[in-house]
């Protein structure tokens, strides 16, 4: 993962996943491709504004963009303020789209997913 500054540099939806080294389905990115990252756009508004520590910044945009796409491939796409609550209470424990770092299982702990 790189700096925020690289990250403001980004352009094309796939430059947002090889950034946080998130594999996605490449179909699913050209045919949802201005909805995910509209969605994105919104989620991540409030906490470019809230978070000052970068580290946890490339967190919470690498957890959102997690968030959107997972949501997007499993066919719900919640709003930004239910994943920015999840966010900010730390409840990010539940399966491969809602939590918190790719690739990582949780077990099914329930997240807002309903998993």
């Keep these: 993962m790189g700096t925020v500054e690289e990250f403001y540099k980004l352009r094309d939806t796939e430059d947002y996943f090889k950034f946080f080294n ?3 389905d490449q179909a699913l990115i050209n045919v949802k491709r ?5 969605e994105y756009g919104n989620l991540i508004k409030k906490g470019l504004d809230s978070i000052s520590d970068e580290n946890k910044l490339l967190e919470f945009l690498k957890f959102s963009l997690l ?3 997972g949501d997007y491939k499993n066919g719900h796409a919640p ?3 239910e994943v920015w609550n999840m966010y900010e209470t730390g409840k990010l424990e539940g399966c491969a789209s809602c939590g ?3 690739g990582t299982p949780m077990d099914h702990k329930g997240g807002s997913c309903g998993c």
């Design 22 to 24: 998130i594999e996605f």
């Design 34 to 38: 201005f909805h995910m990252m509209k």
């Design 67 to 69: 968030r959107v796409y």
């Design 79 to 81: 709003s930004a303020a």
């Design 100 to 102: 918190s770092s790719a």
